[in-house]
């Protein structure tokens, strides 16, 4: 059975960084796309970031240039850095892998494993 597990995420303030990690287990996603999506309180599920097989990355304008993601293939296992957090960073964070590589990685239906979640929380 195909697993996501998601980590690392908590309450910190304005400014400070957080480092989520997800784990996949059941199969290995070298050859996948793995991302990390996020949902507000009422607000919809949005894309923040990607990594296709090669090690191409994607980014949400409202996270260039803070946010960094990275993969472990030997761990099976995708990153999330998260620098100079802001209140409008509080959400739900979604790691996501695809079933093989896929042209648009940024639209969550080209996912087709996910994670529970992990909660960060940056007060305002």
């Known amino acids: 059975q195909v697993q996501l597990v998601e980590s690392g995420g908590g309450l910190v303030q304005a400014g400070g960084s957080l480092r989520l990690s997800c784990a996949a287990s059941?199969?290995?996603?070298?050859?996948?796309?793995l991302g990390w999506f996020r949902q507000a309180p009422g607000k919809e599920r949005e894309f923040v970031a990607a990594i296709n097989p090669r090690q191409f990355f994607y980014y949400a304008d409202s996270v260039k240039g803070r946010f960094t993601i990275s993969r472990d293939n030997a761990k099976n296992t995708v990153y999330l850095q998260m620098n100079s957090l802001k209140p409008e960073d509080t959400a739900i964070y979604y790691c996501?892998?695809?079933?093989?590589?896929?042209?648009?990685?940024?639209?969550?239906?080209?996912?087709?494993?996910w994670g529970q979640g992990t909660t960060v929380t940056v007060p305002g």
């Open positions: 059941g199969r290995t996603f070298v050859g996948s796309g």
């Open positions: 996501a892998a695809s079933n093989g590589p896929r042209g648009y990685y940024s639209d969550s239906s080209q996912y087709t494993y």
